[in-house]
Every structure is written in C-alpha cells, then in structure tokens.
Nanobody, 124 residues
Framework: QVQLVESGGGLVQAGGSLRLSCAASGRTFNNYAMGWFRQAPGKEREFVAAISSGGHSTTYAESVKGRFTISRDNAKNTVYLQMNSLKPEDTAVYYC?????????????????WGQGTQVTVSS
C-alpha cells in the first residue's frame, strides 16, 4: 500500500508563489512516475504536471506551462510543485498521484494512488 501526503497549500495573492510537497511511503518511490492534478469547485479533476521515475522527463498542462515546475527528490521520497505567477483561476484542491509505471501520463485513470489533497486559494 502507498500513502501520499500533500502539504504546502494556502492562501496567496495573485502573482505570488507556493510550493507544494507530496511525501510518499509504502513502495520504492524512485520506480514510479508522479503527477499533480487539481480540481476546482464544480469542475472535473484536471491534469497539471507529471514527472518520470528518474525525474528526466516532465510534462505540463498548457495552462501552467512556464509558471509551474514539477520536481522530485528520490532520496526523500518527495515530489514538489513550484507554482509561480499564480492566478485566481489556479484556485483548486491539488492532488498528487503515483503511477505504477516509470513513464508519465496526463490521464488521471493511469494513476494508482492518490493523496488527500491540499487547498490552494489565489485571491485577486
């Protein structure tokens, strides 16, 4: 079994920054791809970013490209999402997810384990 625990969410003004963290336990973390997704009120969960098991390959949603950066520290079993130039439309609950494959995917159905989510609120 895998446990994923997100942290780092909060309230920030537009243009500000936050860094989300997701700590994993229960499996060999560095074998698996990780992803971040988000869900705003009344909307479906959407892909944000993903990173391959070794960290060499990343992919981003167009809406966050150039503003968000996903990274991982396999020694700490942690994946990060650095969010800069935040906009009110980035407001959502952010979830990290683990995929039991080494390569990334943009599809939530491709991920096997999920964290509980952390709220990010961007005020205008």
């Amino acid at each position: 079994q895998v446990q994923l625990v997100e942290s780092g969410g909060g309230l920030v003004q537009a243009g500000g920054s936050l860094r989300l963290s997701c700590a994993a336990s229960g499996r060999t973390f560095n074998n698996y791809a990780m992803g971040w997704f988000r869900q705003a009120p009344g909307k479906e969960r959407e892909f944000v970013a993903a990173i391959s098991s070794g960290g060499h390959s990343t992919t981003y949603a167009e809406s966050v490209k150039g503003r968000f950066t996903i990274s991982r520290d396999n020694a700490k079993n942690t994946v990060y999402l650095q969010m800069n130039s935040l906009k009110p439309e980035d407001t959502a609950v952010y979830y990290c997810a683990l995929r039991l494959y080494s390569v990334t995917s943009r599809y939530s159905s491709a991920y096997d384990y999920w964290g509980q989510g952390t709220q990010v609120t961007v005020s205008s």
